[in-house]
């Protein structure tokens, strides 16, 4: 969808607006938002923190713009309606099911890495941009415990809560435990292409506010989540 912005903008705004009308209208108990990290993609200080929205400046993409367009509609909707929601900031979940997209870059970096590792078995390993990048990854065991607290615990009702690991890993590093927890031997070589559109190069959440509010932190590492999702896509 990064060559699909006018439909990303579109297609999010509709949605939020059915979502948003037909839980006034069901009166449901709370609303659980599913934010993303893109929130913070013009950030230039770390750890992320949720009061950093609305002192740095808006995502310069269409779907960091829509995600925290969202948000605003959570806050007009809590205001005008009395709609009561609890916004989690998601940062990189890593799970079964989330599988490779057929052009690399439209998906998630995990189903592309294992796709290129596991199913192509590319050698040297193409990665996009320096390969730097870092990127703090949840397993969707620990993100579903996470939203569930959102959902239920009263000291969540109006926040914004970051949902994420503090293990911060390069591309490079990632892409590397996926070779050793699959059946490549070695070590794998890299081969750099060009960088996409728009790559935030650093991203790692402050995740006292999930401590403190859901009683919530991660419980599961990220070499776990690799063999899991090894697993499922084997």
Known sequence: LRDRPADIISANDQMNRNVFDASVEADVDRLVFAGSSMVYSESDTFPHSEDDVGTIPPPAGAYGFQKLNGEYYCEAYNAQYGLEYSTARIFNAVGPGDWPESEVGHGHVVPDL???????????????????????????????????RCMERPEAATEAINLGTTREVTIRELATLIWEHSDRPGAPAFETEQALEKDVQRRVPDIT????????????????SIEQYLQAYT
């Open 114 to 148: 294992v796709r290129k590792i596991v199913e192509i078995r590319q050698d040297p390993v193409k990665l996009k941009g320096s390969g730097e990048q870092t990127r703090c990854f949840v397993d969707i065991r620990d993100l579903v415990d996470g939203l569930v």
């Open 209 to 224: 506010k999930a401590r403190e509010l859901l009683g919530w932190q991660p419980e599961y590492s990220l070499e776990e």
